[in-house]
């Protein structure tokens, strides 16, 4: 090659993308029209040349056709067919790398498996009222969150699903109708991208797995679908979903896995982009952060810009309406503070949290990442607690140890934070507190409180692992007494769904890919065991009646009484009104702690395993209540009275 021709091929590859930087967009990567496909390969890679080919199948069969993609004057890899390219797919291929054909980044349809891109018409996927589907007001209802998997959910065959173990599922009346007399606010669907782990040539045999192992980032997962093969199936009937949840006043939550792909070798970001995606450690292996093989790095501009672009279309397309970050400590606060802003030009109630830690050891600076410890420098993102978790149940690290639940004293402080929602307090001693010695949330609704997820043991296994020999009553009435902490924290609430019907996963802890017979949601249980399932509703109920108020408020509002018994919890909160005080004890001890007071009239809405938004029962001039052993009260005394607790 001429020295001045090799110049020019350094200026094209180099130079170029370097100027064309501020202008790529990777949702435009096909661009369809029924005259003619453009197809573009934003922030040029240093390819020798890339190869588009179009293919008449989602998967085996010769291409119909092979182009040889050009750089356009931005310096990116571009090219048009020209006709109806409508039903086809697609692939890129670096031109003599030997990494295989990819889909692309931001395929937005794809066939099965999610092995090539398919060409369609979006405006063809919406459901018909679609775009009447607008859920700006539900937004701003108190949100109360649930967390389900398409399969657990629907794959009991006593419960009759149509369409079990599918997205559609989720509109079947019984659905709606279960979530709706909960009275959960939004669902937090696991991954529903399109994830590597299930075979969806492979429906008619069972798999099973949670998904967290990413694919195709912006199109649903085609084994939650009807029909994997047909590309627009997928995506009409996720969108029919999030309508009939938007139509019940149910939020649609997607849990996003951008911090690692199902491998680095076959991922689309390598096959097109090697080494421009992940981080690596000083010795130039990659680093592990995810616990997975690999860890994204958020903060090149390239990563940065591929999320940013990916939630804002998941918002725009699919109408959802929150965020939930897998490992997002590994992601860098730059990108995340980004990703609030985008998301408040659209519609600020839009919710983001996620997990304020990784799995491993991140190749990027501790203090820059969206670690739990970093979110009061995130405004509008919360993080899971694992304070109040682990203070209730016991620690992460022992499925057998116990915490405030199992008897063990020492737990308190962490659930009195857990209450507040996480920021600080005066009544609380953080020295005492299990793993911030810090408050981390500027307000509560930076904090996510729970006892139970998808991960690890489900509460009754915890239980019972926690607690050798336990009794079904006494399980039952600790479940109960865990959730009224979690639905009293001014922190959001969250539950493990299934819970509520006292589901079991057999006592397996990672339960990502076992069997429905591990991960099933017994449905006959919503009989068998009623009484719970009426006070996770009573409870959802009343707190949807309860204030929860900002951090300035709460330090004025809720006081906790610091004369109880070792194993009571107790606090105050002023209510609006002001004429009451709401009281609530949580008596973890077997004995009946009896507490008195000055006479009071008083209203009780959780006594004994049962509780409600309207009065169990109204007493006049009472002077003192009887909290049964392993169980909560919650009810309401005259303005300005004191508790107190027998020794
Ligand atoms: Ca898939």
Redesign the pocket.
């Known amino acids: 090659m001429k020295p001045i021709k090799k110049l020019f091929l350094y200026v094209l590859l180099t130079i170029y993308p370097v100027i064309a930087f501020s202008s790529n967009t990777w949702k435009d990567e096909m661009v369809y029209t029924p005259q003619a496909t453009t197809f573009t390969l934003p922030f040029a890679t240093n390819a020798k040349g890339i190869i588009l080919r179009l293919y008449k199948e989602g998967q085996g069969g010769q291409p119909v056709k092979k182009v040889h993609m050009k750089i356009n004057r931005d310096g990116l890899w571009q090219t048009t067919v020209k006709g109806d390219l409508k039903g086809m797919f697609y692939t890129f291929e670096r031109k003599g790398d030997n990494l295989g054909e990819s889909a692309g980044l931001f395929a937005k349809a794809v066939g099965v498996?999610?092995n090539r891109g398919a060409i369609v018409d979006m405006k063809e996927t919406n459901p018909t009222d679609w775009d009447s589907d607008d859920p700006t007001t539900l937004r701003k209802k108190p949100l109360i969150i649930y967390e389900m998997h398409f399969r657990d959910f629907s794959i009991d065959p006593e419960a009759n699903f149509q369409y079990p173990g599918k997205f559609l599922a989720l509109q079947e009346p019984q659905a709606i109708n279960h979530l709706k007399e909960l009275g959960i606010t939004a669902v937090h669907i696991l991954p529903s991208f399109?994830?590597?782990s299930?075979d969806?040539t492979r429906l008619d045999e069972p798999q099973y797995n949670w998904g967290y192992d990413p694919?195709n980032y912006n199109v649903p997962?085609?084994?939650y679908s009807t029909n994997?093969y047909h590309p627009e199936t997928r995506i009409r009937e996720f969108k029919q979903m999030v309508k009939a949840l938007h139509n019940a006043g149910i939020r649609v939550i997607l849990d996003v896995v951008y911090n690692h792909t199902y491998d680095i070798r076959n991922s689309n970001f390598n096959k097109l982009y090697p080494g421009v995606f992940y981080r690596n450690k000083e010795d130039g292996t990659p680093s592990d952060g995810s616990g997975c093989g690999n860890e994204t790095a958020s903060e090149r501009a390239e990563m940065r810009r591929f999320m940013r672009e990916s939630v804002q279309y998941w918002v725009n397309e699919y109408h959802i309406d929150g965020f939930r970050f897998d490992l997002m400590g590994i992601h860098d606060s730059e990108t995340m503070r980004l990703i609030r802003s985008d998301l408040n030009a659209i519609d600020p109630n839009i919710y983001i949290y996620g997990e304020g830690w990784s799995a491993g050891s991140c190749a990027y600076p501790q203090d820059q990442l969206a670690m739990k410890a970093n979110v009061g420098k995130l405004p509008g993102v919360a993080a899971f607690s694992d304070e109040l978790r682990d203070g209730l149940r016991g620690p992460f690290s022992d499925d057998h140890k116990g915490g405030f639940l199992a008897g063990i004293p020492g737990n308190e402080e962490s659930i009195k934070f857990g209450i507040v929602g996480g920021i600080a307090h005066p009544d609380i001693d953080m020295a005492k507190v299990n793993y911030s010695k810090m408050p981390w949330a500027l307000s509560p609704q930076q904090f996510i409180s729970y006892v139970s997820c998808h991960d690890d043991m489900c509460l009754t296994d915890r239980l019972r692992a926690s607690i050798p020999g336990i009794r079904e009553d006494e399980l039952i009435r600790l479940d109960l007494l865990a959730q009224t902490a979690v639905f009293t924290s001014q922190g959001v609430p969250f539950i493990l769904a299934g819970e509520e019907l006292l589901r079991t996963k057999q006592g397996v802890h990672n339960s990502y890919k076992s069997p429905d017979s591990i991960n099933v949601i017994p449905w006959v249980n919503k009989k068998r065991y009623a009484a719970v399932f009426d006070y996770y509703k009573g409870l959802i109920a009343l707190r949807k009646t309860l204030p929860v108020y900002d951090a300035e408020t709460i330090r004025e509002r809720l006081k906790f009484d610091n004369n109880v018994p070792t194993g009571v919890i107790a606090w105050s909160l002023q209510l609006p009104s002001k004429e009451q005080s709401l009281r609530v004890i949580l008596n973890a001890t077997k004995q009946t702690q009896t507490v008195t007071f000055p006479s009071s009239d008083i209203t009780v809405y959780v006594e004994n395993g049962k509780a409600s938004d309207v009065p169990l029962r109204n007493d006049r001039n009472v002077k003192s209540v009887n909290v049964a052993p392993q169980s909560a009260m919650i009810f309401t005394l005259n303005k300005g009275i004191k508790a107190i607790y027998a020794k």
């Open positions: 498996n999610g399109d994830y590597a299930v969806e694919k997962e085609g084994s994997p």
